[in-house]
């Protein structure tokens, strides 16, 4: 069983920064994808950016070039660092950790205001 577990998650103003950690454990092999995604009041849950075992990132358009994806493979641990966070970016946060179509793990949602 893999549990993920969220944290870093606050109430911020426009312009600040935040960072998020999704620490996992359990039964995880080594060669895995983990990502956020979020999901606004009314809307679908998103991807932000994602980032594989040998490092290789994807994010989403709109948090190109003010949100930093990276890993500790040795922790078992994904970072999401938030700059310039915009009240647009107010959101629960998701951390998921996939292995394959049988083994596709989510944390429990950590929430992330951003004030104007």
């Known amino acids: 069983q893999v549990q993920l577990v969220e944290s870093g998650g606050g109430l911020v103003q426009a312009g600040g920064s935040l960072r998020l950690s999704c620490a996992a454990s359990g039964s995880i092999f080594s060669i895995n994808l ?5 999901q606004a009041p009314g809307k679908q849950r998103e991807l932000v950016a994602t980032i594989t075992s040998g490092g290789s990132t994807n994010y989403a358009d ?9 890993r500790d493979n040795t922790k078992n641990t994904v970072y999401l660092q938030m700059n ?3 009240p647009e970016d107010t959101a629960v946060y ?3 950790l996939r ?3 049988y083994y596709d ?9 951003v004030s104007s």
């Open 84 to 86: 310039s966070l915009k």
């Open 99 to 101: 292995i394959n179509a």
């Open 34 to 38: 983990m990502g956020w995604y979020r």
């Open 94 to 96: 998701y951390c998921r």
């Open 62 to 70: 709109s948090v190109k070039g003010r949100f930093t994806i990276s």
């Open 105 to 113: 793990y989510w944390g429990q949602g950590t929430q992330v205001t």
